[in-house]
């Protein structure tokens, strides 16, 4: 009982969080599957960089002030409460406004940057989807900061679901499917989202409004340095879509995306441990115990390790049989590329718990530090590497640069609270007896209460 007990608190928060990411995934696969089969490689390629685009938009809002609102939620008396939350509403508008300004001045000449004037009107469309965006997730940050997820595994079902759901429909009457009306249905699925999203969240907000500028200045001074970090892994994440549409085409992207999209399956385990990770760790370091940070990172990671590289293993070993599974025969070639993208990705939970244990224990301006000088060398590498080796250059670029990343940010992390990689891999070996001897105690006594 003393080993379930351990993992407890991951389980019972992780059901939600992981079916959100689950549904999420789940849903864009869907897609993916879907429109490889009925867009041409051009038209992938132009969608598959809205995705990016708009992927950008929503992490930088994110990363200015989910990360501060539940740091502050969690660490400050109730009667404070209201003052956090009007800051955080008045951060969230002020942001997607400035990003709508952007889309309606800049979308011209970044398109024609990167060869794909046609993503242009996509953009322009996505305008009214934007706006939704903003109770949306100001509802999803309420309820993460009050460690409720299943309202935010609910919002994101509706709203991949609906958009998922309509463009299926959409072929089966029509056969065929445009990108006016994959804008239209990403947009209807945001409204819906944000009306599933409010009747979770109706029981954490506030009645009062009440706007005081040191809070605002508070959340700004915190997610500055979190904007700034997410932002650059976003760069970092994303530089090699770029590099290959502007040196390219956006059929090039298109093969390049759909190896992104795979090797990204590995990620999602992550994903969920960093939602549950980052208040976890932030009452960790309150109470001032940075052995137990210590012990957190080595874990998570462990238990990310041990989750994601049989997939990797499998994946790398059969590249052109999956690739033919997802996207079909087109899409065969990019079998090197799926093997390189599959090898970074097994560094990724190194660099997104890394990222979680700076923000949580107050140290942002050192992963914003760290993501920020990585990203600028990665469009360095990028753009020679693409530039003599062609596409798979982009691909060698990016391993090259979270190799780098990886070694700097264990050094920081060993200097700071102890890491040690070692104990990682000896975490990932024991999650298979671990999670072995849950599953038996379990079926164990459920036997018994028959």
């Not at 065929?176 to 209807?188: A, E, G």
Request: charged share 15%; with cysteine; proline share 3%.
């Amino acid at each position: 009982m003393e080993q379930e007990k351990k993992y407890s608190y991951w389980l019972s928060s992780g059901i939600y969080s992981g079916l959100q990411k689950l549904a999420v995934l789940f849903f864009g696969f869907g897609s993916m599957l879907i429109l490889v089969r009925h867009l041409t490689k051009d038209e992938m390629g132009i969608w598959s960089l809205f995705l990016v685009m708009t992927g950008l938009i929503e992490v930088i809002r994110t990363a200015l002030i989910k990360n501060g609102l539940i740091k502050f939620l969690n660490s400050t008396q109730k009667e404070e409460h209201v003052f956090v939350n009007s800051a955080a509403m008045c951060l969230n508008i002020g942001i997607t406004l400035a990003f709508g300004l952007a889309i309606a001045t800049l979308s011209v000449p970044l398109n024609n940057l990167l060869k794909a004037p046609a993503l242009t009107p996509v953009l322009y469309k996505f305008l009214p989807g934007l706006l939704c965006l903003i109770p949306f997730s100001h509802f999803e940050w309420i309820q993460n900061a009050n460690a409720d997820f299943k309202g935010v595994f609910f919002a994101y079902f509706m709203r991949q679901g609906t958009a998922f759901g309509l463009i299926v429909a959409h072929l089966f009457t029509q056969g065929s499917v445009t990108l006016d009306s994959l804008i239209l249905y990403y947009n209807i699925g945001i409204v819906v989202g944000t009306a599933a999203s409010y009747y979770f969240a109706r029981k954490f907000l506030l009645r009062n409004f009440v706007v005081k500028k040191e809070w605002i200045l508070k959340l700004w001074h915190f997610g500055k340095y979190v904007f700034g970090t997410n932002f650059s892994a976003m760069v970092f994440r994303n530089t090699d879509q770029f590099i290959v549409s502007s040196f390219f085409s956006p059929a090039a992207v298109a093969l390049y995306s759909v190896c992104v999209r795979i090797s990204n399956l590995v990620d999602v385990p992550s994903q969920v441990l960093g939602d549950i990770l980052f208040p976890k760790s932030a009452k960790v370091m309150e109470e001032g115990n940075i052995g137990k940070v210590k012990y957190l990172y080595e874990k998570a990671v462990g238990a990310l390790l041990a989750i994601g590289l049989p997939v990797s293993i499998f994946i790398f070993c059969l590249p052109k049989f999956v690739l033919w599974v997802i996207a079909g025969q087109e899409y065969m070639e990019a079998a090197y590329l799926l093997q390189i993208t599959m090898v970074y990705g097994l560094f990724l939970p190194f660099v997104k718990q890394f990222g979680t244990i700076m923000d949580s224990t107050g140290h942002p301006q050192w992963n914003f530090t760290v993501l920020t000088v990585t990203a600028v060398i990665n469009i360095g590498i990028c753009y020679v590497f693409a530039k003599y080796f062609g596409l798979q250059g982009a691909a060698l670029a990016t391993l090259t640069t979270y190799i780098l990343s990886f070694a700097v940010m264990q050094t920081i992390l060993h200097r700071k609270f102890g890491v040690q990689v070692g104990n990682v891999f000896k975490y990932m070996f024991q999650f298979y007896p671990d999670m072995l001897q849950i599953v038996q105690q379990r079926l164990l006594w459920k036997w018994k209460t028959r």
